[in-house]
């Protein structure tokens, strides 16, 4: 089963706007990644957020936190129409060694 | 460049014809593993390997083999392809545990199969 469960599913936006999606997972971690997938590419780290940490700035990407509830946000603000791609949450709850991937979300940005 | 080499990019094969996938990383990474990605079902993960001579099961391991015996290389291996294996597969390595800070996970291109 998967531990990170991203939301949406899918979200459309216009360049210059800011683009937010939520990763849900189930199980103590001692840190979440967030990668990024071009169409039919390989995943790229974006970053890289421990549990002891709440919020982790890169560039235009935002990471949050929350071990109380369970889940993660990655903001990105004043996407570009390169950013159109899919955004992966990982966790490696499980055990030494299994990093674990949600779903995915699906971010398109139109010019 | 640094890079996670897969071989080949795509493949069509029959049921039952072995077949094997490679995977070569110059990053002298300890870590390797294979995952597959099917729609709605983001990544799973079908086997992963710390280090030469070490492979453990991930999620999804039915069907598949792999093998380090070198630490640049991790073949992912169907022994008798079956059509719910076709999906598309990727190779990713990583310094050490890829849960470990400065050690992300570095992905290949991918390679895209179809079992008829």
């Known amino acids: 089963s998967q531990q990170g469960e991203e939301d949406p599913q899918a979200l459309s936006i216009q360049e210059g706007e800011n683009a937010t999606m939520n990763c849900s997972y189930k199980t103590s971690i001692n840190n979440l990644q967030w990668y990024r997938q071009n169409s039919g590419r390989g995943l790229v780290h974006l970053i890289l957020?421990?549990?002891?940490?709440r919020e982790k700035h890169s560039g235009r990407l935002r990471v949050t936190l929350d071990t109380s509830k369970k889940s993660s946000s990655l903001l990105i603000t004043a996407s570009r129409a390169a950013d159109t791609a899919s955004y992966f949450c990982a966790t490696d709850a499980s055990s030494w060694g299994k990093l674990q991937f949600g779903a995915g979300t699906q971010v398109v940005v139109t010019p | 460049e640094a890079q996670v080499t897969q071989n080949p990019r795509y493949l069509i094969t029959v049921t039952g014809k072995k077949l094997t996938v490679t995977c070569s990383q110059n990053?002298?990474?300890?870590?390797m593993s294979w995952y597959r990605q099917d729609p709605g079902l983001g990544l799973r993960q079908i086997y992963y390997?710390?280090?030469?001579?070490?492979?453990d099961k991930g999620d999804v391991p039915e069907g598949y083999k792999v093998s380090r015996k070198e630490k640049r290389n991790f073949p992912l291996i169907l022994e008798s392809p079956s059509p719910n294996q076709t999906s598309l597969y990727f190779c990713?390595?990583?310094?050490?545990?890829?849960?470990?800070?400065?050690?992300?996970?570095?992905f290949g291109n991918g390679t895209r199969l179809t079992v008829t």
């Open positions: 990713a390595s990583s310094l050490s545990s890829p849960g470990l800070v400065n050690s992300p996970l570095h």
């Open positions: 957020i421990r549990s002891n940490e």
């Open positions: 390997s710390m280090n030469v001579e070490v492979t």
């Open positions: 990053m002298n990474h300890e870590y």
